[in-house]
Nanobody, 129 residues
Framework: QVQLVESGGGLVQSGGSLRLSCAAS????????MGWFRQAPGKEREFVAAISWSGAGTYYLDSVKGRWTISRDNAKNTVYLQMNSLKPEDTAVYYC??????????????????????WGQGTQVTVSS
């Protein structure tokens, strides 16, 4: 049974920073790309960032490029999302997910939610203005 557990969310002022973590268990974490998604109230869930199994490849939503960094520590079975310069429009529930196929390279396809087969429960991020 694969489990993904997010943590690190909270309330922060505009311009502040948070680091989200996603701890994985249940299969060989290092074989799979990982993604972060978010869902704001009244909106559909959207892609935020993805990282390849090795960490060498990353892909970002345009609006977070240069502000946020996705990384992973395969020894700790954990993927991170460092979020700097937060804005009120970043307020959402943030989810991590694991790719369904081992060894897949990062590409535009990484934005597609259907390639991910396990999801965490989400962590709330609220950015006040």
């Amino acid at each position: 049974q694969v489990q993904l557990v997010e943590s690190g969310g909270g309330l922060v002022q505009s311009g502040g920073s948070l680091r989200l973590s996603c701890a994985a268990s249940g299969r060989t974490f290092s074989n799979y790309a990982m993604g972060w998604f978010r869902q704001a109230p009244g909106k559909e869930r959207e892609f935020v960032a993805a990282i390849s199994w090795s960490g060498a490849g990353t892909y970002y939503l345009d609006s977070v490029k240069g502000r946020w960094t996705i990384s992973r520590d395969n020894a700790k079975n954990t993927v991170y999302l460092q979020m700097n310069s937060l804005k009120p429009e970043d307020t959402a529930v943030y989810y991590c997910a694991t790719d369904s196929r081992p060894g897949r390279t990062i590409s535009r396809l990484s934005r597609d939610q259907t390639i991910y087969n396990y999801w965490g429960q989400g962590t709330q991020v609220t950015v006040s203005s």
